[in-house]
């Protein structure tokens, strides 16, 4: 990813009305470098290569192709590059393919300017955003996907994100072999094991980690 403070951009969209919208709004902000356009999946992926965007503007429907095939490309090749998916469909079905896809981001086309920025933005850091036309069950089904997401690529398992929730909630060593029926040795082998998980030098590290990485 850039290490400076401005994300670059790549806007991808089979409309050209669309890319120049875009390109012309976020050309407005000082912090977005828009770096290039694509109009289709083969463009898109050979740009991405070339340009390393930070983020990619990624129409879920191009054309007769699937812009999620993009997102999953990215993650199998583990890319630095995070998606925000900036499209007309919000239904449950395509916002479980984002999600699966480990998509940052998705927000409708009807998103004002100043959502799809803060959207950027809060993407670029490692967050991730949702339009809010999506409705409560889909939010909590793509959060929960996320976090999974999010789960898997640290490799902690379900027990060890549930003492890491412990962790968050101040629980002392002794309230966790109660909750947890482990042994204290256990509990204190277990925790070692997520601080090297989450590159953490101690339980605080730990659990601000953890909310960083969006796992509560």
């Not at 630095?80 to 393919?97: E, G, M, Q």
């Not at 803060?118 to 670029?124: D, G, L």
């Not at 036309?133 to 793509?142: C, D, H, N, P, T």
Request: proline residues 3%; charged residues 25%.
């Amino acid at each position: 990813m850039n290490n400076s403070r401005i994300a670059e951009v790549l806007i991808v969209d089979d409309h050209p009305i669309v890319r120049q919208g875009l390109w012309s709004l976020l050309s407005q902000y000082p912090f977005i470098h828009v770096v290039g356009e694509a109009n289709d999946i083969s463009s898109a992926l050979n740009k991405i290569q070339t340009l390393k965007p930070d983020i990619v503007l990624l129409d879920i429907r191009l054309g007769n192709q699937s812009g999620i095939d993009v997102a999953q490309h990215l993650r199998r090749m583990d890319s630095p590059t995070r998606v925000i998916i900036l499209t007309s469909y919000d239904d449950k079905a395509y916002i479980s393919l984002a999600a699966q896809a480990g998509v940052y981001g998705y927000l409708s086309k009807n998103a004002s300017p100043e959502l799809l920025v803060e959207a950027i933005q809060a993407v670029y850091e490692g967050e991730r955003r949702l339009s809010p036309s999506v409705g409560g069950k889909v939010l909590e089904q793509l959060e929960k996907l996320s976090t999974l997401q999010v789960q898997a690529e640290i490799g902690l398992s379900n027990q060890e994100l549930e003492l890491l929730v412990l962790l968050a909630e101040g629980a002392s060593t002794e309230e966790m072999t109660k909750k947890l029926f482990l042994s204290e040795r256990t509990i204190k082998r277990k925790i070692q094991d997520v601080l090297i998980k989450l590159g953490a030098a101690n339980r605080v590290q730990a659990v601000a980690e953890a909310f960083k990485r969006g796992l509560f």
